[in-house]
């Protein structure tokens, strides 16, 4: 009689044991199952994206210049920044920041490609020889670290710079780390308008 409820324990005991390595075992599938956090998304090379968007922003002549201040340095413009886009004010340095739009709240991040440009046209305000006046000015992108310059004018064999001109800049995912970019234009030249393109890849819709 003892033995057979030995036995009966025994099988009970057993019956618990698969109970319990079955049920953590669904546990354990059913985390791997579930989604990570969408912050975290990385879609792998040659993988197609959920939902591809293209942002595109633009500011046009008269248009107030929003600058997010901390990305810039103090120093360089020390007769101070043109408020608006079209300035013809000299010896004024012009910046800029555009925000990409909802970005975070759908859980974007920057694709890499040749659509990503910023586009610039401006106007030199102090137009003469090589090496002097607007000849000089660069533009130079803020990325958290040192900027990013690229020249505005190439030294022409004879005369000034023209007028006016129009730059198309590519620009790579980690001048757009902090969902921003923010560009300065030194002294000389006017910024008449800008156009930010960037490709980007979300796990949500609009």
């Not at 989604?35 to 595109?56: K, M, V, W, Y």
Request: hydrophobic residues 35%; contains cysteine.
């Amino acid at each position: 009689m003892q033995s057979k409820t030995q036995k009966r324990y025994l099988a009970y005991l057993v019956l618990l044991a698969v109970f319990a390595l079955s049920a953590a075992s669904a546990s354990s599938q059913e985390r791997k199952a579930a989604p990570g956090n969408d912050a975290e998304f990385q879609p792998a090379p040659g993988l197609s994206c959920p939902t591809p968007r293209h942002i595109h922003l633009t500011k046009q002549a008269s248009a107030a210049a929003t600058p997010y201040v901390a990305d810039f340095p103090s120093g360089p413009c020390s007769a101070g920044f043109e408020p608006n886009f079209g300035g013809t004010t000299s010896d004024r340095c012009f910046r800029h920041t555009f925000t990409l739009p909802a970005a975070n709240d759908l859980c974007c991040q920057c694709v890499e490609g040749k659509r990503n440009t910023l586009t610039i046209t401006y106007r030199a305000l102090q137009p003469g020889p090589p090496g002097s006046n607007s000849t000089n000015d660069s533009i130079n992108i803020y990325t958290g670290g040192p900027p990013v310059s690229f020249s505005l004018y190439t030294p022409p064999t004879g005369g000034g710079p023209p007028w006016q001109r129009t730059k198309v800049i590519p620009l790579t995912c980690a001048m757009l780390a902090r969902n921003r970019l923010s560009f300065l234009v030194q002294d000389d030249t006017s910024v008449i308008s800008a156009a930010l393109d960037v490709d980007l890849c979300c796990v949500k819709g609009k």
